[in-house]
């Protein structure tokens, strides 16, 4: 399974767009780059999975270059809500396949 | 959307007892399910993967014989700590993608059980 690199923590400020970059240098041809969010006592939460180019749903956008070997993870206008940890995991997806957990990032959203 | 529940969601049990944690796919099945230890401020580990009908695999350092894990159904995983000690104290995840989809869809957590061993 490919390993992933994030930045450890990262701080903003309500209202800005907050961008978390992801390293996947060894992601396979058949590989997915999935996000998720989690939040103190809570189990992860889905934002947004990727194979390439740009996805973009209600709540992120997910930004894969051609090489694939790295991603990043936008989230428009953050909130005090958005504090969380945020995991980039990369895997083929599959149902009999778990998912392999980095450190991720720690968000903190300031007023 | 589909939905995976654990219970309890937190419990508090004495040193040399058993706890039983339960994972339940509510909308959909899975014939694997996995299960994960997190420590404060750590993240997920994952300690085995839940086949149904079949034993489990468990991760390297993982003691199957003290987390004894049963998928009798595609909807429901078990997972017991048998003999619990203060170290075992943690918080424990389980999750499921769903049968059949095609690949890449996204997994679901349970919303996890803290357990605590006094």
């Known amino acids: 399974l490919a390993k992933t690199t994030q930045p450890i923590s990262m701080d903003s400020y309500e209202g800005q767009e907050v961008n978390i970059t992801c390293s996947h240098n060894?992601?396979?041809?058949?590989?997915?780059i999935t996000w998720y969010q989690q939040f103190p006592s809570q189990g992860p939460r889905f934002i947004i999975q990727?194979?390439?180019t740009k996805v973009t749903n209600e709540v992120a956008s997910l930004f894969i270059p051609a090489d694939r070997k790295s991603s990043t993870l936008s989230l428009p206008r953050v909130s005090l809500s958005d504090t969380a940890v945020y995991y980039c995991?990369?895997?083929?997806?599959?149902?009999?396949?778990?998912?392999?957990f980095g450190k991720g990032t720690t968000l903190s959203v300031s007023s | 959307g589909a939905v995976v529940s654990q219970h309890p969601s937190r419990v508090i049990c004495k040193s040399g007892t058993s706890v039983k944690i339960e994972c339940r796919s509510l909308?959909?099945?899975?014939?694997?399910m996995f299960w994960y230890r997190q420590f404060p401020k750590q993240s997920l580990m994952l300690m085995a993967t839940?086949?149904?009908?079949?034993?489990?695999?468990?991760e390297q350092g993982v003691e199957k014989d003290k987390f004894l894990i049963n998928h009798a159904s595609l909807t429901l995983s078990t997972l017991t700590v048998t003999s619990a000690h203060p170290e075992d104290s943690s918080f424990y995840i389980c999750?499921?993608?769903?049968?059949?989809?095609?690949?890449?869809?996204?997994?679901?957590f349970g919303q996890g059980t803290r357990l605590t061993v006094v």
């Open positions: 999750s499921a993608r769903e049968n059949g989809r095609q690949v890449g869809t996204e997994a679901f």
């Open positions: 060894n992601i396979a041809t058949n590989d997915y």
């Open positions: 990727g194979y390439k």
């Open positions: 995991l990369v895997g083929d997806g599959k149902a009999g396949t778990a998912l392999i």
């Open positions: 909308d959909f099945q899975a014939t694997t």
């Open positions: 839940s086949n149904e009908g079949s034993k489990a695999t468990y």
